[in-house]
């Protein structure tokens, strides 16, 4: 079994370009009062502002974001588990018939539908999300894509492991719990304290909350392990960049299941140019 580890961070600066405020008087405002508007002069990205133009044709999602999906390297015919697949904010629809067409000129939405364009519609991709809103916004996107694979539950994955249920069978999905060694590869997007998330001029997380994360993350990764067939593979992701969240839940990890180990990050955003 192989596990990958993408930490999902944007850039590590407070602001991904210039803009008209002072980040400390930006910081200041932001804990003595409300109301502010902030106007990017000199953006990193030259990228036009949709401001919800072509809604049905083409949304926008940050590159870390697809890279997890990559690293998760999805193939047809397989059968796959994203744990926590609430969807990104945005997405994108095309009418392309070629699906390596659509998979070179396209920039894809929240991580379950992009997984699902990378398996060219061909497999089983089971969504588990607990939060009913989410899930539904899920399940509008795999409309809008037209996608038969995906089949959405409302569940807590912390219980997605049945070690007495019988053989799942991906022609015929049933909802979760789901025997041990069910799924080809592993989706783990684990929900986090998003300490990488930018641009973000403060951070109200408390510190009760923070140090709470890492314990429910575990209990994802042991249903995650017990899930995955041998051979297969299990990508881990945060947007964090706390390491108890990070590097130290892989070596957790590694030392609590012999039966995994540590993959390579695959680089492909270097030679795919096209998104």
Not at 78 to 90: F, K, R, V, W
Not at 115 to 142: E, H, S, Y
Not at 254 to 268: D, I, M, R, T
């Amino acid at each position: 079994m192989k596990l990958k580890h993408c930490m999902l961070e944007m850039e590590l600066q407070s602001w991904e370009g210039s803009n008209s405020l002072d980040q400390k008087v930006l910081t200041d405002h932001f804990l003595t009062s409300r109301g502010i508007a902030i106007k990017m002069v000199d953006p990193v990205y030259a990228a036009p502002s949709l401001n919800a133009e072509l809604s049905d044709v083409v949304f926008t999602q940050n590159l870390p974001s697809i890279v997890a999906s990559h690293v998760l390297d999805p193939q047809p015919g397989e059968t796959i588990l994203d744990m926590c697949a609430s969807p990104g904010e945005l997405l994108l629809t095309s009418n392309f018939s070629d699906w390596t067409q659509y998979n070179r000129f396209c920039i894809h939405c929240g991580k379950t539908t992009h997984i699902a364009t990378l398996m060219r519609d061909k497999g089983c991709l089971i969504a588990l999300d607990k939060t009913a809103p989410k899930l539904f916004k899920l399940k509008q996107n795999v409309e809008r894509f037209r996608l038969s694979l995906v089949h959405c539950f409302i569940f807590d994955s912390t219980k997605a492991l049945d070690k007495s249920a019988k053989e799942f069978v991906p022609l015929i999905p049933t909802p979760p719990p789901y025997p041990l060694e069910s799924f080809d590869r592993i989706l783990l997007d684990a929900p986090c304290s998003a300490l990488g998330q930018r641009p973000q001029p403060m951070c109200s997380i408390s510190l009760t909350e923070l140090m709470s994360y890492p314990a429910y993350q575990r209990s994802l990764f042991e249903q995650a392990v017990g899930l995955l067939r041998p051979g297969g593979t299990l990508v881990y992701s945060t947007c964090s960049f706390n390491p108890e969240e990070n590097e130290a839940q892989v070596a957790w990890a590694l030392k609590s299941f012999p039966q995994l180990h540590l993959s390579n990050q695959v680089g492909w955003m270097f030679w795919h140019t096209a998104i």
